[in-house]
C-alpha cells in the first residue's frame, strides 16, 4: 500500500464525516431559524395580551404567517451603508454577531448523547461564544460612524463585561455540583427527580444567572445598548435590510440559547421532573427527553417576554450596580458556602 | 500531510498573517481586532494539541473581556499614527537584525534544547474521557502551589492599586444614592388621601361655577 | 532536606498576608485621619515578623513546595534586615504623608504588600516564585510612587518607573523562558544540575544575558541606570526613601539566587557582565553626583555608584565576597535611608526640600541635625570609624584577593570623587554663609527616627562584626 492510497482513504473518510457534521448542523440550525420566527411572533402575542392588545392578526389566520411576511420584506430591503464608515467592518459585524451565537449551539445536547460536538469543556465553551458576540455589537457600532450607535457599542461592551464575571462564577457552582464541565454529564448528574436538580442547592446562582443572562443577550430590562427612547436604536441604529435581520436573528437566537442552557443547567435538562416517582414516572415514561426540554426552555423563554412587558427600561449605573456590587459579592458568598455543602456531604450532595 | 497537519498550517498561517496586520495597519481599531484575530488563532492551534481547556480560556479572558476592554479605550483615543510610525525606515534594518536574532534563538530551542525533537518524544494521544482540566487543577494545587497562591496575591495588590489610584472618596456634589432610590416603596411616595366629596356626583359644572360665583359675592 | 507541603516553613508570610487582610478591613472603618490604628497594626506585624524572623535564625536549610521555596539562613538574615529598615521607614514617612494628603490605608497596605513580595524574593527557589515575587513587589512599588495624583511630578515618574520596571520584568521573563528551553526546568537546583553537566550552549547564553541586563535594570545599575533619577527625584520623598532602600537587599537575595545558586557553575559567563556593569556605575555614578544640586537627584546618583561599588562583591564570586557584598547592601539601605530621611527631615508642611544649598546655616542653627546629617554624609562616603567603611573595605580585599586588582583601584579612585559631593554637603552646612536660619518643623517622631537612624551609623560602625558575622553565617562562614 502505498502512501497515495492512504491519502484516498483518509479522503473519502473526511468527506464523509464532514457530510454527516453539515447535516448534523443544518439540522440544529434550521428549526433554530423557524424557532426564531415564531419567537418574534410569540412574543408579539403575548405582550400584546398582557397590554390588552392582539397582536398581529392580519397576515394568515391570527397572523401565523407574519414573521414569514416580516422576513420577505427585510430581505427585500436594501442596506445601506452609511458614509464615513468603515465598510468592511461595517457588513463583518452582523456576522460576527450571528456567527457565535449560532456556534454555541454545537454543544447543546438536545437528548442523551444528542449533541453536535461532545466537548469536555463545554461549559466553557458556551461562556466562551456568548463572550465573542459583544465584538459584532462593538464593531457595527464603531464602524457606523454615528454617535447613537457608538454610544450602544460602549454601553454594550461595559455591560457585558460586568456580566460575564457574575455570569461565569454562576457557572462555577454548577461546576461544583456535576464535577463536570461537559453539559451532557451536567444533565446526567441532575438526575433522579426534581429534588435533585441543581435549582434547589443553586437557587441564588440560578436567579444571578438567568438575569446575567438576560443582561448578556442585551434584552429588555437591560437594553441599554439599543434603549429606543435614549439612544434612538443603539448599536444597530445604521443597520437596514438583511443586515439588521441578521442582528435580529442573533439576538433571539442567543435568547434561546439562554432558555435552553437555564433548562439544561439548572433545571434537570432532557430528564423527567418525575423521574424516581413509582406510578407519575411509569405514565409520563412514553415522553421523550427532547419534549421535556423544549417544555423547561420555553418555559424559560416565556419568562423573558414577561419581563420584557413587565419592567421599565433599568439606569445605566443602576446596570452597573446591580452587576458589580450585588451578582459579584452574592456568587462569591455562594460559592464557599456550596464548598462547604458539599464537602459536609449533606442532601443533595450526600 | 494529514489533515491536522493542514489545519495547523491554515492556522498558522492566519496567525502569522494577523500578527503583521497588528504592527502594520494603519487604524488602531483595525490593529486592535486583528489583535483578537491573532488570539483566536492561537487559541485554536492550542485546541489542535488537546489543550481545550487553555483554548477557551485565552478565548474567554483575552478576547472576551482584555480586548474588548482596550477596544473600549482605543475606540476613545485619537491615536496619530502618522507620527508614531517616524522613523520607520531607519529603524528597520535594526529591528529586523533583531528579530532574526530571535528567530535563530528559538529555532535552536526546538533543534538543540530539551525540547528538541529527539529529547521530548511526542505525547501519546490522550485516552477519550482524559480530561486536561482536572490535570491542571491538580498540578496547580500541588507541584505549584505557591506560585498559584503568589499570582492571586498580585491580583489582590492590583486591586487595591487601582482603587486607590481612582477612588477619590466623597465629593460634595449631587449624585444619586442608588440604594435609596431603590429602597423607596409605596408606602414612603404615594399617599391615599380619603377627601370628602365637596359636590355631589349629579351637580354639573356649571351649577358648580353658579355657586362658587354665589359665594364669592 | 526536601519537603513538599510544609506549612510552618512559610508561617511568616501566611502570617503577613492575614495581618494584611486584617489591616485592610480594620482601615476601612476608621474614621481617624491619621490613622493611628493602621500605622500600630502595620508596625506591630513588622515587630511579629521579626520575632518569628528571629526565632529561625540558625535553622537547617529545607527546599519544600516542590522544590519552589527555600527556608534558609540568607534567607532569613535578609528578611530580618528587611523587615528592620521597613519599620523605620515607616517611621519616617507618617507626618511627611500626613502632611501631604498622603494618608491612606493603601500607603502601609502597599508598603506591606511589597514587603511581601520582597520575602518571596529571597526564598524562592525557582525562576516562576522569584519572578511573581519581583512583580508582587514592583507592583505595589508602582502604585506607592503614584499614590500622590495630584502632583504631576510623582504621576510622570510613577508612569516612567512602571515602564522601565515592566521592561525590565520583560527581560528576566524572556530570559527565564530561555533558560527553560534550554534545561527543562524552572527549579534553580535543577537548573543548577543541568549546566553543571551541560555546557551552557547558545541558548542558555541568552538567556543568561537576558537576567542579567534585566537585574541591572531593577538595580538600575550603568548603562541601564536612566530612570532611577528621575523616579527618586518625583516620588514623594518617603517613597523615595523607601524604594531606594529595603528593595535592594531583596534584589541582592534575587541576584544570588539567580546567578549565585542556578548558574554557579558558568560564573565566567556572568562574572564579566557584572563587571563592566559595576564598573560603568562606580564612575557614572560618582563622576554625574558631583555636578548635582539638587540632594535627591545627588542622593540617586550616589545610589547608583552604591550599586556598582556592591556589584562589584559579587563578580568574584565566591562565597566570602557574597557575604562582603550583602554586608554592602544591607549597610547601603540603612545610609540611605538616613540619606533619604534628611531630605524628609527638612521637608515641611507647605515646602518639599530640594536643593543642597538649602541645608546652609544648619550647623549654627541646629548643630545636633547638622551633625547627623554629616554622619551619614561621611558614612556614605565610606571613611572609617562609621559604618560605610567595613563593607567597602571588604569588598575590595575580596577583589584584590581574587586577582582584580586593577578593578579595585579604579573603585577606590572613584570613591574619593564620591567623597568630594559627600563633603560638599557637609560644607554647605558649617561652612557656607545662611541667608536665615533654616526651619524645622518635623515632628517628634521623626527626629527620634533620624536620630536613631544616624547614631545607629556611627555605632554599628564601631562594632562592624554587628551585622557582618550575620552575612558570613548565611553564606556558612562561620564555624
Known sequence: MNGSEIATIDWWAWIETSFWIVFKIVLI?????????YTTYAERKIIGYMQLRLGPNRVGPKGWLQPIADTVKLIMKEIVVPKGSSKTLFVIAPVLFIGPSFAAWAVVPFDAGMVLADVNAGLLYVLAMTSIGVYGVIIAGWASNSKYAFLGAMRSAAQIVSYELAMGFALVGVLMCAQSMNLGEIVEAQSGGVLNWFFIPLFPLLIVYWISGVAETNRAPFDMAEG??????????????????????????????????????????????????????????????????????????????????????????????????????????????????IKAGVWPFN | MTFQAIV???????????????????????????????????????????????????????????????????????????????????????????????????????????????????????AADYSNIKALGRVIYTEYFIAFEIAAVILLVAIIAAISLTFRGRRNRKSQNISKQLAANKKNRLKIVKVDPVVSANETSDELAVNQSEKQS | MNESMNFSLITSEIFLLCALCVIMIVDLFQRDKERVLTFTLTQASLIVLFVLGFNSLGAERIISFDGHWVTDELATVLKLSIYAITFLALFYARSFISHRNLMRGEYYLLTLFSVLGMMIMVSANSFLVVYLGLELLSLSLYALVALQRDSSVASESAVKYFVMGGLASGFILYGVSLIYGATGSLLIADVAKHFSENSIGLVGQFGLVFIVIGLSFKFGAVPFHMWLPDIYHGAPSSITAFIASVPKIAAFGMTMRLLSEAFGQSISQWASMILIVALLSVILGNVIAVSQNNLKRLLAYSAIAHIGYFLLGVVPGTQESFSAAMYYIIVYALMTLAGFGIVIFMSSENKEYQKVTDLRGLGRYHPWYALLFSIVMISMAGIPPFIGFWPKLEIFRNLIINGYVVEAIVAIAFSVVGLFYYLRVVKEMYFAEAVDAPEISSSRSLKIAISVNCLLLLFLGLLPDSIYQYCLTAFNLMG
Open chain 1, 29 to 37: 440550525l434550521l428549526p433554530l431559524i423557524l424557532a426564531v420566527a
Open chain 1, 228 to 341: 429606543e427612547s435614549e439612544i434612538v436604536a443603539g448599536f444597530h441604529v445604521e443597520y437596514g435590510g438583511m443586515a439588521f435581520s441578521l442582528f435580529f436573528l442573533a439576538e433571539y437566537a442567543n435568547m434561546i440559547l439562554i432558555s435552553f442552557l437555564t433548562a439544561l443547567m439548572f433545571c434537570g435538562g432532557w430528564l423527567s421532573p418525575f423521574q424516581g416517582m413509582g406510578v407519575l414516572e411509569d405514565i409520563t415514561a412514553w415522553v421523550p427527553g427532547t419534549i421535556w426540554l423544549l417544555v423547561k426552555a420555553s418555559f424559560f423563554l416565556f419568562c423573558l417576554l414577561w419581563i420584557r412587558a413587565t419592567f421599565p427600561r433599568f439606569r445605566y449605573d443602576q446596570i452597573m450596580r446591580l452587576g458589580w456590587k450585588i451578582f459579584i459579592p452574592v456568587t462569591l458568598v455562594w460559592l464557599p458556602l456550596l464548598a462547604v455543602w
Open chain 2, 8 to 126: 495547523f498550517y491554515s492556522f498558522a498561517a492566519w496567525l502569522i498573517f494577523a500578527a503583521i496586520m497588528v504592527i502594520s495597519s494603519k487604524n488602531s481599531v483595525k490593529a486592535a481586532l486583528f489583535l483578537v484575530l491573532t488570539f483566536a488563532s492561537a487559541s485554536a492551534i492550542w485546541l489542535l494539541l488537546e489543550a481545550e481547556f487553555l483554548a477557551i480560556s485565552l478565548i474567554v479572558v483575552y478576547v472576551g473581556a482584555v480586548m474588548v476592554l482596550l477596544l473600549f479605550v482605543v475606540m476613545m483615543l485619537d491615536v496619530d499614527y502618522a507620527a508614531l510610525r517616524q522613523g520607520f525606515v531607519k529603524k528597520l534594518p535594526i529591528a529586523l537584525i533583531i528579530a532574526i536574532a530571535f528567530f535563530v534563538v528559538l529555532y535552536s530551542f526546538l533543534t538543540h534544547g530539551e525540547f528538541s525533537a529527539e529529547k521530548f518524544a511526542e505525547p501519546a494521544a490522550k
